[in-house]
Each structure stands twice: as C-alpha cells, then as structure tokens.
C-alpha cells in the first residue's frame, strides 16, 4: 500500500504564481523525500529533509515536515513553464533505510 | 559519469516468457532498488540491496528475482512474465556518503506483456 499521498491530485496554476503540495504518511520515517517526474522519464530528487528537521530550503524550493501530523508540504515559488512535472513524497520508515515508500503524486501544470 | 544505466528501454514479451532488465550505476554506491509504476500511480518498491551479495524484497516482490554480484550491476529478473506486469520499470542507486543523501533513478523499461 502507499504510504504518501499527496494533495491535491492536480494542479495548475499561471507562471509565476507559487505551487503548494502537501503528502500525508502512516508511519514512522527517519526521512521524507520529494522527487519530480516529467511526463515519460525517470524521477530527480529534489529535496530530503530528515525526521529531526522541520524545515529545508533549496532554491525555489521550500519542505516542510511536521511528523506530529505526519505531513509534509513542498512550495515551489515563483513557477516557470519548466516546472511542469509530476511530483512525489517518499518516505524511508524507521523499520528499513532502504524500504523507500512512495506517494501517488501531484501533477502540477505551470501555464505560460 | 554515466549515472544510473537502465536496458532495454522498451521490450514487449508473451505471458509466460522471461526477461532480465538490466541495471548498472558507475558511482559506487552500495544502495540500490528496483521499482515498478503503473498508470497514474507512484512507484512501488520491489526489490532492493545495501551491497554486493545482499538482496531484500520491497512491497512488490512477487514474480520477480534479483542478484547483486557486483557493486555496479543489479539485474531485474522476470520469471514468467504475466500482463499484471506490464509497466514502467526504474532502477536507482543511492548515495548516503558525504553528508547528502541522494537517490539517482535511471530512465526506465517500459515493458508489455501480451
């Protein structure tokens, strides 16, 4: 079963303005992971934030974790057409580093 | 660096044939994985190893075999292939040295079974 899911399901939104994901999980992490996918490729890793952090920055990228609701937010600011993508939480669970679980996505369109 | 190298790209088979996807990773890492994503859905983990000659099962692990001889090479075996698993196949490594923790993904198999 997928531990992450993501919210919303779809979202577009005009360049420029900021894009907001939200992933919800089950169960203890040591880490949660989001990843972008464009349409037909492989995913990047964008960001990973460990279960003892809150907060994380990376460019126009800000991560939020708050493992009392065991959720975790991704901003993308001021979005460009480029930033057209899938985008997925993963989460490492405390039982297993490498039993990576992923969440079903957010298809996030930037219209030009 | 090559990164993480995924072949065939694109492969149809019969159900009950068998296939080996292949996987390989240049960068030394020790962690890597096999998962499967299906239509519209996240990746699911299907096998995965911490180093050469340790193997585990992920989530989905049913009718699938893994090895692990090498550091570098991670080969994806379908035993007898079913159109249950007609999907997108992804390999990927990953680093956890050097105080970044990073999983690499290669391009994909896109596999059918008719």
């Known amino acids: 079963s997928q531990q992450g899911e993501e919210d919303p399901q779809a979202l577009s939104i005009q360049e420029g303005e900021n894009a907001t994901m939200n992933c919800s999980y089950k169960t203890s992490i040591n880490n949660l992971q989001w990843y972008r996918q464009n349409s037909g490729r492989g995913l990047v890793h964008l960001i990973l934030i460990r279960s003892n952090e809150r907060e994380k920055h990376s460019g126009r990228l800000r991560v939020t974790l708050d493992t009392s609701k065991k959720s975790s937010s991704l901003l993308i600011t001021a979005s460009r057409a480029a930033d057209t993508a899938s985008y997925f939480c993963a989460t490492d669970d405390s039982g297993g580093y490498q039993k990576v679980t992923f969440g079903t996505g957010t298809k996030l369109q930037v219209i030009p | 660096n090559a990164g993480v190298t995924q072949t065939p790209k694109f492969q149809v088979l019969k159900t009950g044939q068998s296939m080996t996807l292949q996987c390989a990773q240049d960068?030394?890492?020790?962690?890597m994985s096999w998962y499967r994503q299906d239509p519209g859905m996240g990746l699911r983990l299907i096998h995965y190893s911490v180093g050469a000659g340790i193997t585990d099962q992920g989530e989905v692990p049913n009718g699938y075999n893994v090895s692990r001889s090498t550091t570098e090479d991670f080969p994806l075996r379908l035993l007898s292939a079913a159109p249950s698993q007609t999907s997108v196949y992804f390999c990927?490594?990953?680093?956890?040295?050097?105080?970044?923790?990073?999983?690499?993904f290669g391009p994909g198999t896109r596999l059918t079974v008719l």
């Open positions: 960068m030394n890492h020790e962690y």
């Open positions: 990927a490594s990953r680093r956890t040295s050097g105080g970044r923790d990073t999983q690499y």
